[in-house]
């Protein structure tokens, strides 16, 4: 029997539309809707039985955490679901890997989600989202693509949610795991992972998803970008603006500035959670310097800033403590 594959479409360049074939800026992302999109992949019915639905039309660089969790709470009414096999999700390159990861922490199935995108838009000559749709598919439908959690496949690779990251601004080879590399590719038609996926479900997942379903937006968490210079008024200004908690992107190995330092000390005594993070992009955030430890700021580990901001706003939500996210982030 042929895998029931369920695509949930939420716009993106893979959705887009311009004028002119040869346009690959420019046009409007999720214009084109779910009935076309898999219209031009006729392909995917010889892989499994294919269904799809408009969950929302947009660039991805505007989706807000209600949209967020609306995904969050279709894609686990689909997997509690008998008659779904596996997830596949058309979305905006700009925040896959935030999608992906916020999906990935709450996965309680062994069911593949796979989420897929374009650079290009669907006008565009060599447009490059039909042959995604169809790799994703072939992913979802595939038995070894269990249990690894949500990923992510462009580009005839397969990365997993925590681990890759929209290195390109244009290019259709974007997406790539820094630390670690594809988990996976599809070769000619054929899935092959070359390793596991870099798991990071809560614990509870299951419940915390559920959790998450009953919200309609998330704690105020802002990410701050260090540079040189940095004298901390930032966070003095988000602090009194009520933030929750606060992901700093420092350098290098989560370095941040002596006069950054004070103030995010000063906003972990007010309670609000502080991460370390790097702008770098490849590597680890480890605990370096004993003077962050005992502040009380938590090392992102292998989190780029975004994503460490999604993982402290779910656990805010969910109660969770700093010793939770340290031992989480370990
Ligand atoms: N390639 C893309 O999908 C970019 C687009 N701005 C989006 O994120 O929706």
């Not at 609306?70 to 999608?99: A, F, P």
């Not at 989600?113 to 072939?138: C, E």
């Not at 770098?280 to 430890?293: D, L, P, Q």
């Amino acid at each position: 029997m042929q895998k029931r594959i369920h695509i949930l479409a939420m716009g993106g360049t893979i959705a887009g539309s311009a004028n002119d074939s040869s346009a690959t800026t420019g046009y409007q992302a999720g214009a084109v809707g779910i009935v076309e999109l898999m219209a031009a992949v006729p392909q995917v019915k010889e892989i499994a039985e294919v269904t799809g639905e408009q969950l929302a039309a947009i660039d991805s660089k505007d989706i807000t955490a209600a949209e967020q969790l609306q995904l969050v709470s279709r894609v686990r009414e689909l997997l509690l679901k008998g008659d779904v096999d596996g997830v596949v999700i058309t979305h905006g390159t700009d925040t896959m890997e935030e999608s992906a990861y916020l999906l990935d922490l709450v996965h309680f199935a062994d069911k593949p989600v796979v989420i897929t995108g374009a650079m290009r838009p669907a006008t565009a000559l060599s447009a490059d989202g039909p042959l995604n749709i169809l790799d994703a598919v072939r992913v979802a439908a595939a038995d070894s693509a269990r249990d690894r959690g949500v990923l992510v496949v462009l580009n005839n690779e397969i990365h997993s949610a925590r681990l890759v990251t929209k290195m390109s601004t244009t290019a259709v080879e974007t997406f790539q795991s820094p630390v670690g590399g594809a988990i996976g590719a599809i070769n000619d038609g054929v899935v092959v992972f070359y390793h596991g996926a870099e798991l990071h479900h809560l614990p509870n997942a299951l419940s915390v998803s559920e959790k998450l379903t009953s919200q309609k937006e998330l704690p105020y968490v802002p990410v701050l970008y260090g540079h040189s210079d940095d004298d901390g008024r930032l966070v003095k200004l988000v602090a009194d603006e009520g933030a929750k908690g606060i992901v700093y992107a420092g350098m290098g190995n989560g370095s941040i500035p002596a006069r950054v330092e004070a103030e995010l000390g000063a906003a972990v005594e007010q309670g609000i959670v502080v991460i370390r993070a790097s702008s770098s992009i490849s590597g680890m955030v480890t605990k370096a310097e004993a003077s962050y430890e005992e502040a009380g700021f938590i090392a992102s580990g292998l989190l780029n800033p975004r994503k460490a901001r999604l993982l402290l706003q779910v656990a805010l939500v969910c109660g969770k403590s700093a010793a939770d996210l340290r031992k989480f982030l370990a």
